[in-house]
């Protein structure tokens, strides 16, 4: 497997100038099996196929909310869309179920939704507001909601990796049968903390999925340009653990990948490395141009034919499961969801004053526990 592998990647390699590995087109597209649109679908049901097409649909049309109230100046402070990535976290966490865990970096407005947070509550925090999910504290990179197993939104890339670790450690301890999926952007996975978090899953057989969220760029810096290894999903192989990659711009790809490691996870098996390759149509964050001199204008057009709920449209159509004109009317309700939010955040109340010296440090109860560790003595 290892070998085929290499051989796939020298036969695409570009020329290359640096000691880093050029970008590699054929090592890319190998990945995929053929499969029939019947096989695509996995027998799921109607309905469950309509869902993802909403969620994603949701996701995107938030965000092009959120990027209006920005640029009005209804939103401060950092802060990164998921456009052109949304299958990759609706076809992961449809894969497993709500009272499993989700934690994310700080491109996670869609992650949040995802996890059944109420998209106002997602937007007054956008707009700093006290009905928000942080009381409007956290802002766009630091949401959180334990009631819905969604533990954040973290700024520091990586800095949730071994967080994420001690989640999975908890769920075991305790017997309980939850896994965890911790996102990151694919400039995480050469920091120490990423390496040891995957040895030490793998060596206490966590239920952990990592996944890495492979968009080819943090920030301005293309992935060939930073890493000696191109292909992520072989730096498991160091843990002995088992990795796999999906096409993120396929929300069925990305279920397919996923359940299997959800299984796996759920049956005591240990983590998995997950490699969704992906993109984003817009800047890193809200302040960048979409392309800057990093990338072309063409690359991003290039990118944008393979948009992954144009593509889900087009299949769910052939499999007449979601017509045209059902699809627009979809699209017209998460539309106005999307615009409820915007106007729940723009009449919620700002947080008080003496808001800002609450939830900074972790009570203790009477038996000298924080209030957040779930046991009573
Ligand atoms: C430890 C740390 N170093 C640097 C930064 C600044 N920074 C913010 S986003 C980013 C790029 C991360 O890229 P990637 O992990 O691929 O995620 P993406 O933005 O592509 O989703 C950097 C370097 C940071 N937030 N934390
Ligand atoms: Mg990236």
Redo the contacts with the bound molecule.
Sequence with gaps: MAETKTKARDAGAEEQTSGAPARDTAWEEAQKPELSVEERLQGLEPEKLRRMMYDMLLGRRFEEKTAEAYALGKIGGFC?LYIGQEAVAIGAIHAQRPDDYVMT???EHVHALQCGIDPGAVMAELYGKEAGTSRGKGGSMHMFSAEHNYLGGH?????QIPLAIGVAWKIKYRKEDRVIQVY?????VN?GAFHESLNMAALWKLPVLFLV???R???GTAWERASSLYDISQKASAYAMPAAVADGMDVLDMYRVTKEAVERARAGEGPTLIEARTY?FVG?SMSDPVHGVYRTKEDVEAEKEKDPIRSFADLLAEADILSQEELEEMDAEVKRIAEEAGEFAENSADPEPESLYQDVYAEEDVNGRLYFDGRDR
């Design positions: 990164h970096a700080y491109r700024g520091i890339v990586g800095g990151m952007g694919e400039a995480a920091q969220e492979n968009n760029f943090g920030m984003r890193h």
